[in-house]
């Protein structure tokens, strides 16, 4: 297999980085996430959102992504089951009981399970297929061979540095969190907030066709 060059490797993993560090719908979710339910529900949903970037890598590499941007049926139906999913995932925070819910840090749900939850949020984003799409050919050297090879090493680095800097993100969003379990009611009013944020995320997913 090729293996991408120092210079393609330093040039991807800065950019990758400042990507990933700018506002976005995944940073809101980690961050609300995190903060209306502790440190361990913003890691695990981090890491998750992390995660679900490998099935974007893959699907860029073998070109699958490709034909379901080009195909707007395909395309539309994948933008409503993602734009779904994300406002389930707000009615979900809104039914919660807030911080009197939370047991320790991460809430009623397990580790796992927001990791799940986290993955599938990013796995079925159209949005973000695209992204890969348009990002990661640009640091493919065209010079040399198996460029699918070159991609998938891309998408696993993009993949690395996200885990990193979302699980900090969920860190110190859950820090945020862990003061406000002492007021239950501003731990209920900010699950409040993080529902508003997904089914938002979900409607203009949705609605933005």
């Known amino acids: ?19 990933t560090l700018a506002p976005g719908p995944d940073n809101m979710l980690v961050l609300s996430l995190g903060a209306a339910r502790g440190r361990r529900a913003g890691i695990a949903f981090g890491l998750g959102c992390a995660s679900g970037c490998l099935s974007h890598t893959l699907l860029a590499a073998l070109g699958v992504g490709a034909l379901i ?15 779904l999913y994300l406002i389930w995932l707000g009615w979900q925070a809104w039914r919660s009981r807030g911080a009197t819910e939370m047991a320790g840090a991460g809430g009623h749900e397990s580790a796992a399970r927001l990791f799940g939850k986290g993955c599938l949020a990013n796995a079925i984003n159209p949005k973000v297929i695209t992204f890969f799409l348009a990002f990661l050919p640009q640091f493919v050297d065209a010079g040399r061979a198996d460029a699918a090879a070159q991609m998938l090493q891309l998408g696993v680095i993009f ?15 859950g820090a945020a969190g862990q003061l406000l379990q002492r007021r239950p009611r501003m731990g209920l009013w900010l699950d409040r907030l993080a529902g508003t944020i997904f089914v938002g995320l979900g409607l203009r997913l949705i609605v933005d066709r």
Do not use: D, E
């Open 1 to 19: 297999m090729t293996l991408i060059s120092l210079s393609q490797f330093v040039a991807f993993l800065g950019a990758a980085m400042l990507l």
């Open 69 to 83: 941007a080009a195909s707007p049926p395909a395309f539309g139906a994948l933008k409503l089951i993602g734009g």
């Open 159 to 173: 993949t690395l540095q996200a885990a990193v800097l979302f699980g900090l993100l969920g860190y110190f969003a």
